[in-house]
């Protein structure tokens, strides 16, 4: 739950500084130099156990999780100008329903009746904290869509991490995803590419490493808990982003956000506890 409580903190930072510099450089742009960088920054600490260790042992479930990685990135980063922040909040917690679906029928985990609580649960939430009966979520636009179906891809690949877990360990994992995805978006980083300027490779060097990080955790995570066990934890984001807005930008949040927020970390907590005693 710890490992996957640091995915999202390190993944709020992060895609805040992805929307700002994808409204300057062009969205794939952004994608593939993020994970360029963040393989460069990887590969360092995987050659520090020796050169052996780069081969993984499944090279089919490496492609195919870059694969299925890559091509959620191309929707989401398409999609990522042209979303709200409310959009892009609300769309992404979609994603763990998928991934519960995927875990049952792929990977043959045990969806018990209190991991279906806390999805729910926190999803509840963060509908509290959406507010879609106010408008919050105005029409359905192409970037709605596109966001929409990234998020079932993204779950494809989640789903090819956790059973990756059973045969690399987590920064070869985290290494070849990052790999694949830069080879399999060259084309369309090279057709939209722009020289980024000084700031820019400052900021799109931390997304690197941000990324990086946060994919290590997650890796970390998948690694020692059934994947539908931590996809509870992802309704905290939430949490860190009305955090980060207080802290960065002095925004407080409102009634319902506190709301939704309280109930976010009260689902995750249960589950937790519950997890922890095998019941």
């Given at each position: 739950m710890l490992w996957m409580a640091a995915t999202g903190l390190l993944?709020?930072?992060?895609?805040?500084?992805?929307?700002?510099?994808?409204?300057?450089?062009?969205?794939?742009?952004?994608?593939?130099?993020?994970?360029?960088?963040?393989?460069?920054?990887?590969?360092?600490?995987?050659?520090?156990?020796?050169?052996?260790?780069?081969?993984?042992?499944?090279?089919?479930?490496?492609?195919?999780?870059?694969?299925?990685?890559?091509?959620?990135?191309?929707?989401?980063?398409?999609?990522?100008?042209?979303?709200?922040?409310?959009?892009?909040?609300?769309?992404?917690?979609?994603?763990?329903?998928?991934?519960?679906?995927?875990?049952?029928?792929?990977?043959?985990?045990?969806?018990?009746?209190?991991?279906?609580?806390?999805?729910?649960?926190?999803?509840?939430?963060?509908?509290?904290?959406?507010?879609?009966?106010?408008?919050?979520?105005?029409?359905?636009?192409t970037g709605t869509l596109l966001m929409l179906a990234s998020a079932p891809v993204f779950a494809g690949s989640f789903l090819v991490a956790k059973a990756l877990t059973r045969h690399d360990p987590p920064d070869v994992i985290v290494l070849w995803q990052h790999l694949w995805v830069t080879v399999l978006m060259l084309p369309f980083a090279l057709a939209a590419w722009t020289t980024p300027d000084a700031r820019q490779w400052a900021l799109l060097v931390l997304c690197g490493l941000l990324g990086a990080g946060g994919h290590y955790c997650m890796t970390r995570a998948f690694r020692v808990a059934d994947i539908s066990a931590t996809q509870p934890v992802k309704f905290l984001e939430l949490v860190w982003a009305a955090a980060l807005g207080l802290a960065v930008f002095g925004t407080v949040p409102g009634g319902w956000t506190i709301a939704g927020g309280a109930v976010i970390l009260a689902s995750t907590l249960w589950l937790a506890r519950r997890e922890a005693r095998g019941t």
């Open positions: 993944f709020t930072v992060l895609n805040a500084i992805l929307k700002k510099v994808s409204h300057e450089l062009d969205p794939w742009l952004v994608g593939w130099l993020r994970y360029a960088l963040g393989a460069l920054l990887v590969l360092p600490a995987v050659l520090r156990a020796g050169a052996a260790r780069l081969a993984p042992r499944r090279h089919d479930l490496q492609f195919l999780r870059g694969a299925f990685h890559a091509g959620g990135l191309m929707l989401w980063f398409a999609a990522l100008p042209a979303v709200s922040l409310a959009e892009l909040t609300a769309i992404g917690f979609s994603g763990p329903l998928f991934v519960c679906l995927g875990a049952v029928l792929f990977l043959g985990e045990r969806m018990s009746a209190a991991r279906w609580l806390a999805v729910l649960a926190g999803f509840a939430g963060v509908l509290l904290v959406v507010e879609p009966w106010r408008g919050g979520l105005s029409g359905i636009s």
